[in-house]
Antibody, heavy 119, light 106 residues
Framework: EVQLVESGGGLVQPGGSLRLSCAAS????????MDWVRQAPGKGLEWVGR??????????EYAASVKGRFTISRDDSKNSLYLQMNSLKTEDTAVYYC??????????WGQGTMVTVSS | DIEMTQSPSSLSASVGDRVTITCRAS??????LAWFQQKPGTAPKSLIY???SLQSGVPSKFSGSGSGTDFTLTISSLQPEDFATYYC?????????FGGGTRVEI
């Protein structure tokens, strides 16, 4: 059974940093691209970024709203995906989901972790 | 960026109704279109990819169609568990973008 479990959310002040993790199980993590998607309270879904797999050199893509502030990484030996968030802004407040990519589309999602940026 | 426009933004329906949701892309995306269902307080669930292919385990009452710029999601016979918000998403071009959502309610 595919499982994605996010962790690391919490309350952080504007300008601060936070690192989210996504623990994967039930599939060969190293084969898949993995993405982060967020959802601000009461709002729609917003794509954050992507980590390609080893076969594609672990390259990454980012939304313009987070580029230069957020960094996506992964550790295939730990079946884990990470989102390092720096210079956080109040508008980064959201539930952050990790999602597995298969045939270029999302097929499985984690349950999400809440990040609140507030003073 | 490719803008995804869903209509309607909300709709009221009854159990047993056939429901159709439309998604329009601001430029052609071939069939790189997915649909998701989200219930309050829960993560999105993937329903359809490649515009018309059902994800594993998704019941056949859900169907998708379209190509290029115009797409539809149809629920053939609405059941109580189908009341939710539905999102389309294009994955042809970065940044990946979502529609604003369609809330299906009683």
């Amino acid at each position: 059974e595919v499982q994605l479990v996010e962790s690391g959310g919490g309350l952080v002040q504007p300008g601060g940093s936070l690192r989210l993790s996504c623990a994967a199980s039930g599939f060969t993590f190293s084969d898949h691209y993995m993405d982060w998607v967020r959802q601000a309270p009461g709002k729609g879904l917003e794509w954050v970024g992507r980590s390609r797999n080893k076969a594609n050199s672990y390259t990454t893509e980012y939304a313009a709203s987070v580029k230069g502030r957020f960094t996506i990484s992964r550790d295939d030996s730990k079946n884990s995906l990470y989102l390092q968030m720096n210079s956080l802004k109040t508008e980064d407040t959201a539930v952050y989901y990790c999602a597995r990519v298969d045939s270029y589309a999302f097929d499985f999602w984690g349950q999400g972790t809440m990040v609140t940026v507030s003073s | 960026d490719i803008e995804m426009t869903q209509s309607p933004s909300s709709l009221s329906a009854s159990v047993g109704d056939r429901v159709t949701i439309t998604c329009r892309a601001s430029q052609g995306i071939s069939n790189y279109l997915a649909w998701f269902q989200q219930k309050p307080g829960t993560a999105p669930k993937s329903l359809i990819y490649a515009a018309s292919s059902l994800q594993s385990g998704v019941p056949s009452k859900f169907s998708g169609s379209g190509s290029g710029t115009d797409f539809t999601l149809t629920i053939s016979s609405l059941q109580p568990e189908d009341f939710a918000t539905y999102y389309c998403q294009q994955y042809q071009t970065y940044p990946l973008t979502f529609g604003g959502g369609t809330r299906v309610e009683i």
